[in-house]
């Protein structure tokens, strides 16, 4: 087993100084890292800009220096908007990027369609041209070129301010290259002579202008791309909200004078504060008085709620099922377990966010040389003669020819037609995190309860005292008969377990519940006693040896025993279990098979957790492990130098979920884990999981395979632009040529197989 210190100093939340910025305008990594890279400079300052929640958060300088740090950020070309404390930053009203690039790529897409047919069939069929017909596609071309693309030309001038480049800056100038030679060409009559096809001889006069299209088509398409990007980054900051909305926003505080509500914020450590029936514990505390089932669920993963009495420790965002209790605050605000787990679900994504991406790398490598070489070109050809036309054409023919459509097209196409062909499967791929992980993973880590479970108590046998031994099967009916009667008015999911499918229950009077312990009732005249060892203890009932040896064979397999007795007699026991999934043990071996090590990782006890993975056959397992204790095991996991999955469900694994190099929810789980996860599993039969990590390593593969192919295609082809042998319309057949390979690669990610089988066992019971 394996222990986790929990965290209770102040350090370990965050620094007391802690100023926090909403990012506006950065459109890739290489953004936030020329962000944080200002903000670092201020002394003492560590700052961390999250570009998946457009976020930065300074610790070390006082709030005074706030102004400060949003001018360092608007002199880096962005803007910045402090958030006030105790404001949920993640409720405020921000632009909506998606539905920006949306309303653009729509339009793009209406213009283009039209333009290129127009284009193409005009340039090179006169015998269908019309007067003007030109003039109609630089009309078209207009909104798409300067409209719909703004998003590029806004982000190369922001560069082009502060001496950096970015595949933006190329997008940007070849998609205005190619419209302003096209305008140029119309204007000057410049089209009125013929053009060359490469070897294929002389194009009609006019075909030069085709390149209208390339602008337009390369517009849309990178639209495409970043609108997909958007849409998977606009739900990464849902997961701290979420975690926000368990806490209680008022409390009830205790004093000599009475009971009154106060803000949550207002509770200070040592102050009394009671929690009735249903309510949700407002801080982590200890309990004075009274006794209660507690639903830890959403803190510890347990399934079977709390049964917690005086001396208790509880923990804020829990709810109180029945009873009521009176609670000492021992932490509040910042230190309490909740906001734990919303900072490190932070700092996770945090980290996530910040690694860089290869083609942000190389293209600010290659667009400097690319304009380089443009350049050069131009004055190469004014200078041996080729004259002010041909220079130009070759100019802007190595632009065009340069430009990264490809590129761009690489990542979001092979990721649009992996996410396509996993929807079929039951598998959602939120965003391209998930294959740049997948393709390094080496462990994979199982959360038990909800997961590998079906997170519900089942009656697993039920067993009756018949002379020395013990029976089971329709001789114990009498026992399950008894015992569903008196859970039938039980709310514990232990008592709803037992009551749930039993029929014609008989008559129960004098129903008493014992919190913590069982329930009694009368039944036929009969006085009938279901609960703990602990109850039958404290009552003085003896426990036959046969029952007292089932009870510890169940417990010691992590299973829960209760006893039954009628009339101060044990006539039999209970046992219930968290039942395993039927597919569960497939899974494990599939992980197996892809060279993964498995890890059972868990809150619930170790016996039990033990028990789990053997059964599994997993290869270690880490038992009573909290949520915060998760995520450092990940952390532990990771400095050890494993590349880390995480598959769970639930809040509690909402932070290790978000901390793991690859997170992975199933469908069953809470909205908050959803939204933490890069993978969502949606198909009940857990083979899926191997599933999804191996489509995303073909993803990853296809991606890696696109990018190798565009920067070899436009680099091979700069040459032939530059002696002159590609015009520009030849050039923008060229790059749809590459953009056309890298589409039909990706493709092929159609035909990609599960390794599970579709069967029955696909539509198992959560």
């Not at 209680?248 to 106060?262: K, N």
């Not at 129903?511 to 913590?516: D, L, Q, R």
């Not at 197996?592 to 270690?620: K, M, P, Y």
């Not at 590349?643 to 978000?658: Q, S």
Request: net charge negative; with cysteine; aromatic share 4%.
């Amino acid at each position: 087993m394996t222990s986790t210190p929990e965290i209770t100093s102040e350090t370990d939340v965050g620094q007391p100084t802690r100023v926090e910025l909403d990012i506006d305008g950065m459109t890739c990594a290489a953004c936030a890292a020329r962000i944080e890279k200002k903000l670092n400079k201020f002394d003492g300052a560590t700052a961390i800009v999250n570009y998946a929640t457009d976020r930065a958060v300074v610790t070390g300088l006082p709030e005074s220096a706030t102004s400060d740090l949003v001018q360092a950020v608007k002199k880096a070309g962005y803007s910045a908007t402090p958030v006030a404390r105790g404001e949920d930053p993640y409720a405020t009203s921000r632009p909506d990027r998606a539905r920006m690039l949306l309303i653009r790529l729509l339009v793009a897409a209406l213009l283009t369609l039209p333009l290129g047919n127009l284009a193409i069939v005009l340039a090179l069929v006169p015998s269908l041209r019309f007067p003007y017909w030109q003039w109609v596609c630089v009309a078209l071309a207009i909104p798409v070129v300067f409209w719909c693309a703004w998003p590029f030309h806004r982000a190369t001038l922001r560069n082009i301010r502060h001496g950096s480049f970015s595949m933006d800056t190329l997008v940007s100038i070849g998609v205005t290259a190619a419209f302003v030679w096209s305008v140029v060409s119309i204007a000057l009559g410049l089209d009125d002579e013929p053009g060359y096809w490469l070897f294929w001889g002389a194009t009609p006069a006019g075909a030069d202008s085709i390149y209208l299209e390339v602008a337009a088509a390369v517009t849309t398409f990178l639209l495409g791309g970043r609108y997909f990007e958007a849409r998977a980054r606009r739900s990464a900051a849902d997961v701290l909200g979420a975690l926000n909305e368990l806490a209680a926003s008022t409390v009830r505080v205790v004093t000599d004078g009475g009971e009154y509500v106060i803000p949550i914020d207002k509770l200070q450590p040592g102050q009394q504060f009671s929690v009735r029936p249903g309510e949700t514990i407002a801080a982590d505390g200890e309990v004075i008085s009274g006794s209660s089932a507690v639903d830890t669920s959403a803190m510890t993963g347990e399934p079977v709620p709390a049964e917690i009495g005086t001396g208790a420790r509880v923990l804020g965002g829990t709810i109180a099922l029945s009873g009521r209790l009176l609670v000492r605050a021992v932490a509040v605000g910042g230190k309490t377990q909740l906001a734990q787990m919303a900072q490190l679900a932070e700092q996770a994504q945090a980290r996530k966010a910040r690694v860089q991406r290869l083609v942000d790398k190389v293209v600010s490598v290659f667009v400097p040389i690319v304009l380089g070489i443009a350049v050069l070109t131009f004055v190469g050809w004014l200078v041996f003669g080729g004259g002010l036309r041909g220079g130009f054409s070759a100019a802007v023919s190595v632009l065009i020819i340069a430009c990264p459509c490809a590129m761009g097209l690489a990542t979001p196409t092979a990721l649009m037609v992996g996410v396509g062909r996993a929807g079929q499967l039951g598998i959602v791929i939120k965003g391209p995190e998930a294959l740049e992980a997948s393709g390094s993973i080496d462990t994979v880590v199982l959360d038990k309860t909800g997961t590998l479970t079906s997170g519900e108590m089942t009656v697993e046998s039920v067993l009756a005292l018949q002379g020395p031994e013990l029976v089971e099967g329709p001789q114990a009916g009498p026992v399950r008969r008894l015992a569903a009667a008196v859970e039938t008015h039980s709310e514990h999911p232990v008592g709803r377990a037992i009551a749930a499918g039993v029929d014609e229950l008989p008559e129960i009077a004098d129903f008493e519940a014992m919190a913590g312990l069982g329930a009694r009732g009368t039944v036929d005249d009969q006085d009938v006693l279901i609960g703990s060892s602990a109850l039958f203890a404290e009552r003085g009932i003896a426990v036959p040896a046969p029952i007292r040896a089932a009870v510890d064979r169940a417990e010691t397999a992590g299973k829960t025993a209760v006893l039954l007795a009628v009339d101060r007699s044990v006539i039999g026991t209970l046992v219930l279990s968290d039942r395993i999934k039927p597919s569960a043990v497939d899974a494990v071996a599939a992980l197996r098979d892809l060279r993964l090590s498995t890890v059972l990782l868990t809150g619930d006890n170790e016996r039990a957790a033990e028990a789990v993975g053997a059964e599994l056959g997993v290869d270690r397992v880490i038992a009573g492990v909290l949520p915060t204790g998760k995520s450092a095991i990940i952390e532990q996991l990771q400095a050890e130098g494993h590349r880390v999955a995480m598959v769970g469900d639930g809040i509690n694994d909402a932070t290790a979920l978000a901390t793991a190099d690859l997170g992975l929810a199933v469908l069953n789980g809470t909205d908050i884990a959803l939204k933490s996860a890069d993978v969502i599993l949606v198909r009940r039969h857990l083979g899926v999981i191997a599933d999804a990590i191996g489509l995303a390593r073909k993803t990853l593969r296809t991606i890696q395979g696109n990018l190798v192919w565009a920067f070899a295609y436009n680099i091979a082809a700069i040459p032939l632009a530059a002696a002159g042998l590609l015009n520009p319309l030849i050039a923008g057949a060229a790059m749809s040529l590459s953009s056309v390979f890298v589409v039909t690669n990706s493709l092929r990610l159609r035909s990609f197989r599960p390794r599970s089988g579709q069967s029955t066992a696909d539509n198992e019971a959560p």
